[in-house]
């Protein structure tokens, strides 16, 4: 029987492969997200069973880190394939050569640039999402829009009004205060908090 990756190969389909993408993707039953570790089990027995399975995989992988641009979903799934990528190898072939970690340096130079600039984007929403709703809060938006579940919930109907909290009348407005060391640099010259010109 073949595995995924093998019929990836012969029908020229490594970026959906890799992707996770139509007959590729499987899915995870508690995320219903493509579950990228279910698909590297089979790589490694199609490279300990095919001469070339080390230059297949290696072409493939260089080929769809190439493809990867920087968005969250794209740069998400080069995280999951690489985590899977050493999960699997620790498992089954904990000897064998690091084929991904020798991929050319420029190919290995454009995963650590995607995987960077995917890091700085979780980094940022993660500090950013708890300032929102406390400045939302102080400005009287929905309790539902600031007590967020942990996971996603079925649509409800109906929002709790949150009266706005009382500004300070005495000194200067929020935007002249001093900044809290915590709230991290100011904006460039011209350009507003949020990142806009």
Request: charged share 30%; proline share 9%; hydrophobic share 30%.
């Amino acid at each position: 029987m073949k595995s995924n990756f093998e019929v990836a190969l012969e029908r020229e389909e490594v970026l959906q492969f890799f992707r996770g993408q139509g007959q590729y993707l499987t899915r995870d039953g508690d995320w219903d997200e493509h579950l990228y570790c279910i698909n590297w089990p089979g790589i490694f027995a199609y490279l300990r069973d095919k001469a070339d399975g080390a230059q297949q995989l290696s072409a493939s992988f260089e080929r769809y880190a190439y493809s990867v641009e920087e968005s969250i979903e794209d740069c998400f799934g080069l995280r999951e394939n690489l985590f899977c990528y050493y999960s699997t190898r620790a498992r089954w072939a904990p000897e064998s050569v690091d084929l991904l970690g020798q991929l050319p340096e420029p190919c290995r130079r454009r995963i650590v640039q995607r995987l960077s600039w995917y890091r700085w984007q979780v980094e940022n929403h993660a500090r950013l999402l708890p300032e929102r709703a406390r400045r939302m809060t102080a400005d009287g938006a929905c309790a539902e829009f600031i007590e967020l579940p942990a996971t996603p919930t079925p649509e409800r109907r109906g929002c709790r009004i949150t009266p706005p909290r009382r500004r300070r009348s005495a000194g200067p407005p929020d935007r002249l205060r001093r900044r809290p060391a915590d709230r991290g640099p100011r904006p460039l010259q011209g350009q507003s908090p949020c990142g806009f010109p």
